[in-house]
Nanobody, 122 residues
């Protein structure tokens, strides 16, 4: 069982930066790929980024490439999403999730956090 708690969301102006974090419980954190997904009002949840268990391999959605970075610190059981050059269309609830495989597909993720709101004003 893995419990995930996101933090760091908030309100930021367009062009600004924000870092959201996700703290995981359990001693097998490095066994899981960690992903970030987001869901805007009236839209389906979409993939944002994933990092493999060792932190070496990452993948980002095309919509955030060049602006967002995903990383993890296995000693702290934490995964981060650094978001730069934010746009109003990045406004959403951001969720972190844990999967036993490296995947961009939400159905592969077994554990989910409660989400943190990110709002980008124009």
């Amino acid at each position: 069982q893995v419990q995930l708690v996101e933090s760091g969301g908030g309100l930021v102006q367009a062009g600004g930066s924000l870092r959201v974090s996700c703290a995981a419980s359990g001693r097998t954190f490095s066994n899981y790929a960690m992903g970030w997904f987001r869901q805007a009002p009236g839209k389906e949840r979409e993939f944002v980024a994933v990092v493999g268990g060792s932190g070496v391999i990452t993948r980002l959605a095309d919509s955030v490439k060049g602006r967002f970075t995903i990383s993890r610190d296995n000693a702290k059981n934490t995964v981060y999403l650094q978001m730069n050059t934010l746009k109003p269309e990045d406004t959403a609830v951001y969720y972190c999730a844990a999967a036993p495989v490296f995947s961009t597909w939400p159905n592969n993720y077994l554990y989910w956090g409660q989400g943190t709101q990110v709002t980008v004003s124009s």
